[in-house]
């Protein structure tokens, strides 16, 4: 026996017996504790009137809050999102991390972005930059010239416009860029254009414009960026993997904890980024590769897997065969039970990212303004 041994022994006495005199008023706070905590979530769940709530959770110094909590209003009525209390202030959370709730926040140095990627893509078609510099002084539609609007651009919308235009009235403009404009995200919520293009179904306001122009609306960008932080089914215990989702796209949470898992049952370290599959190209990627090395455990085939790993962008991933057997493995091998999400472990990058971050950093950053917006007012 230790030498300790007694005087821990005398010493959880002590505690003993205290407990057994407070146990009592411990129960009752305990109790008291749960049914806050209790309430609360209560509270959280309960329908709200999105516009009375956007008009007291965000800042007296924003400009046209009353476009604001009308704009979110409709995005909610007309996508049937739950108007709970954690929604809105999810959906909010983001747009103060993404612009301090700008409709067309300014980017530090987009000029010299913009001027880079001209140069770049001129370099790689192999046309000579003096060449692209002089076809960008000629005039553009709004009377000044391509290199005056592009050496004074403030914002994404304005430099998508001038994409726009130079695709569309220049030569030159085709030759270096086709029918493609290298301004992938805007608006509040930096939301994806490629995104928006794909959901348009249910939009609840007429366009005067294209889709990529609608993005760069306040009122677009809401509803798009609800759309892609909202509006999809996903098994989360908790609203920061759905910011992490929003950040890497729908399940990266989850994917990464199957990703988790499959390196936990093979033995590979994998990266956990929620990338199931090599997206861009036709080779399999190292998670479908791992996968491949339980093949003889899992009875499922290269073609199969691969099939079921495809599926790693819905919800219907879960039901699959490999999803459930890859877990089980994993458990009988560590002898735990493994998370079904996982914050992934993904760096970003970006010319207008000036600092090491990373998707977890987002999701805890958006998290933390939601739980502010919550707690403020009550």
């Known amino acids: 026996m230790s030498v300790c041994a007694p005087r821990l022994f005398a010493t959880t006495m002590t505690l003993l017996a205290g407990c057994i005199l407070a146990g009592c008023t411990t129960s009752k706070s305990t109790s008291s504790n749960q049914n806050t905590r209790a309430t609360d979530v209560q509270e959280a769940q309960k329908p709200q009137d999105v516009a009375s709530v956007v008009r007291q959770k965000m800042p007296a110094s924003v400009k046209d809050r009353e476009g604001w909590a009308r704009d979110l209003a409709t995005t909610f009525a007309s996508q049937g999102i739950d108007p709970t209390l954690e929604n809105i202030c999810s959906v909010l959370a983001v747009a103060q991390q993404e612009s301090n ?102 939009y609840p306001w007429a366009m005067p414009g294209t889709v990529r122009q609608e993005v760069f609306t306040r009122r677009g960008c809401l509803w798009f960026g609800t759309y892609h932080l909202l509006n999809y089914p996903a098994n989360y215990s908790a609203p920061i993997f759905r910011f992490a989702d929003f950040n890497a796209g729908w399940y990266a949470s989850r994917n990464a904890a199957f990703q988790n898992a499959v390196s936990k049952a093979t033995g590979i370290k994998l990266a956990l980024d929620g990338d199931l599959i090599a997206y861009d190209s036709d080779a399999a990627g190292n998670t479908e590769l791992a996968v491949r090395k339980l093949g003889s455990k899992l009875a499922i085939g290269d073609r199969d897997i691969h099939r079921q790993l495809a599926q790693g962008d819905s919800i219907a991933f879960e039901k699959t065969a490999l999803y459930q057997s890859i877990f089980q493995l994993a458990e009988q091998k560590t002898g735990k039970r493994l998370p079904r999400e996982i914050l992934p472990g993904i760096q970003l990058e970006s010319p207008k990212i000036t600092r090491n971050l990373t998707t977890a950093w987002f999701a805890k950053r958006v998290d933390d303004r939601r739980a502010q917006c919550m707690a403020a007012g009550q």
């Open 101 to 202: 709730y700008q409709a067309d926040p300014a980017v530090a140095g987009l000029n010299k972005i913009a001027w880079k990627e001209i140069d770049r893509r001129a370099a790689s078609l192999h046309i000579p930059q003096i060449l692209v510099h002089t076809a960008l002084k000629i005039e553009s539609p709004n009377g000044k010239s391509y290199s005056d609007r592009l050496d004074n651009v403030r914002t994404e919308k304005q430099l998508s416009e001038i994409f726009d235009d130079f695709i569309g009235s220049v030569p030159m403009g085709q030759k270096l860029f086709g029918a493609y404009n290298p301004v992938h995200t805007g608006g509040p919520m930096q939301v994806s254009v490629a995104f928006a293009e794909k959901h348009t179904q249910g």
